[in-house]
């Protein structure tokens, strides 16, 4: 597993700074989360899987509570046996760090489920 779930987000400006070629590539090479296009923008995009609603659910509200603790939000699709989750910055339009973070920190709760 990557250490992005250990870095500290920083609250994302319309200005801000995209995550580099580099941050994202490194993140997605050590993960199971890959690069979609989607409504004009590039996303982090990853698909878990679970045996059955309940326990997407359960996953899905982790994310929740991930997301409003920082105040930065995915786009979550919760259904029978699995949940999807896109990562972009609506701000700046990209990939920002606090996208590949709070990524990183999905992938932490699902091992711990």
Wanted: charged share 20%.
């Amino acid at each position: 597993m990557s250490s992005f779930h250990e870095k500290v987000c920083v609250a994302c400006q319309p200005d801000a700074e995209p995550a580099s070629v580099e941050e994202i590539q490194q993140f997605v090479s050590g993960t199971e989360w890959s690069l979609i296009e989607r409504i004009g923008v590039t996303q982090l995009f990853r698909k878990y899987s679970f045996p059955n609603f309940e326990k997407a659910l359960v996953f899905t509200n982790k994310v929740g509570a991930i997301a409003e603790e920082e105040g930065h939000h995915p786009e979550i699709v919760t259904e029978w046996g699995s949940v999807t989750i896109y990562w972009w910055s609506h701000k700046i339009k990209k990939i920002h760090l606090n996208d590949l973070i709070l990524a990183a920190r999905c992938d932490v709760g699902y091992s711990s489920m």
